[in-house]
C-alpha cells in the first residue's frame, strides 16, 4: 500500500435504522428497499469477486439476521454503525459506550466475528468517539476527512474555540481511512419531501468518483480511495449500472480492490516496519 493505490467499496447497510423517527409508511418503506438493494450489491460483488466493506447497524443485524449472515458468508466484512444508527451528538459518554458495546455484541452472534472497523452514523465523532473504540479492541475509523487518500493515525484530545486557539491531541493506535461528502451516494441521490434533496444523474456521479481516482493515479497517489454507498440508495436500477461501471473501470485501470480491514492490518504493518 505504500506505492499503490487502492479502492474500497463500502456500504452502509442502515435500512429501516435510517427511518424509525417518522411514522410515515411510504418513507419507511424506503429502509425495506435496503434489503434489496443489499442482495442485488451481494450478486453483483460476487460476479466480480470483489470484497467490500459493509457497516451494519446493531438494528439492521437483529430486524434482517439472514441479510447480514449472508454479507458475512459471501466473504465480506461486517463493521459497526451504531445500534440504532444514533447520532453521537446526542449522547454523554456512557450512552455512547452503550451503544457501541450493544451494536458490536449483535454483530458477533450473527456475522460471526467482532467487529474491528467503526463508521459513525452521519459522519458525527464526538469527543468520547475515538477513545471508545480505542478501549474496544477497534483498529480502524472511517469517519473523518483529514485526506482523501492516505490512511493516517487518529488524535484524541484535540480542542479548539472560536475566536480561540488550537490545542492539537495526541496520535494514537487507531486508523482513519477519510471520507467526503462528495463520494457518497447519498447527496447525490437521494429526494426527502419536504426538504427535497438530489436527483443526480448517475452518470454524473460515475464522472466524479472517476475524477477522483484518475487524480490519484497520475499525481503518483498511494492509500485507499474510500466510496460510500447505501444499498437503499445505490440499489436502484439505473445506479447499480453506474456501480458496475465503476467497478469495470476501476478494473481497468489496474488497481486493486481492498476491505478497509485488510487495508488496516496493511497499513499498521506497513508503520512499523
Request: proline fraction near 11%; charge should be negative; glycine fraction near 4%.
Given at each position: 500500500m505504500a506505492d499503490e493505490l487502492?479502492?474500497?467499496?463500502?456500504?452502509?447497510?442502515?435500512?429501516i435504522a435510517l427511518w424509525m423517527g417518522t411514522q410515515d409508511s411510504t418513507a419507511f418503506s424506503r429502509g425495506e428497499f435496503g434489503v434489496v438493494g443489499t442482495e442485488r450489491i451481494l450478486k453483483l460483488l460476487k460476479q466480480y469477486e470483489i470484497s467490500g466493506?459493509?457497516?451494519?447497524?446493531?438494528?439492521t443485524a437483529t430486524?434482517?439476521?439472514?441479510?447480514?449472515?449472508?454479507?458475512a458468508n459471501h466473504g465480506h466484512e461486517v463493521a459497526h454503525h451504531g445500534n440504532h444508527h444514533e447520532s453521537p451528538a446526542r449522547m454523554d459518554r456512557s450512552q455512547e459506550l452503550e451503544a457501541l458495546e450493544a451494536g458490536a455484541s449483535i454483530l458477533e452472534a450473527i456475522a460471526g466475528s467482532r467487529p474491528v472497523g467503526w463508521r459513525s452514523p452521519g459522519w458525527y465523532v464526538s469527543e468520547h468517539s475515538l477513545e471508545l473504540l480505542l478501549e474496544n479492541d477497534f483498529i480502524y475509523d472511517s469517519s473523518l476527512?483529514?485526506?482523501?487518500?492516505?490512511?493516517y493515525w487518529c488524535r484524541v484530545g484535540d480542542r479548539w474555540e472560536k475566536g480561540g486557539g488550537i490545542e492539537w491531541g495526541a496520535k494514537v493506535d487507531l486508523v482513519e481511512f477519510p471520507i467526503a461528502w462528495h463520494l457518497d451516494d447519498f447527496p447525490w441521490f437521494e429526494y426527502i419531501?419536504?426538504?427535497g434533496g438530489n436527483l443526480?444523474?448517475?452518470?454524473?456521479?460515475l464522472e466524479t468518483w472517476l475524477g477522483d481516482l484518475d487524480w490519484a493515479l497520475q499525481n503518483g497517489g498511494s492509500g485507499v480511495l474510500t466510496y460510500t454507498m447505501h444499498p437503499q440508495v445505490i440499489g436502484r436500477g439505473h445506479r447499480m449500472l453506474m456501480l458496475e461501471k465503476l467497478i469495470t473501470e476501476v478494473a481497468k485501470r489496474e488497481v486493486a480492490f481492498v476491505t478497509?480491514?485488510?487495508?488496516a492490518l496493511q497499513w499498521r504493518q506497513e508503520q512499523s516496519s
Open positions: 487502492k479502492v474500497s467499496l463500502t456500504f452502509d447497510v442502515d435500512t466493506t459493509f457497516f451494519v447497524p446493531g438494528i430486524t434482517y439476521p439472514q441479510l447480514v449472515e449472508s454479507i476527512m483529514g485526506h482523501d487518500i492516505e490512511p419531501p419536504p426538504r443526480t444523474a448517475a452518470s454524473a456521479v478497509l480491514e485488510k487495508a
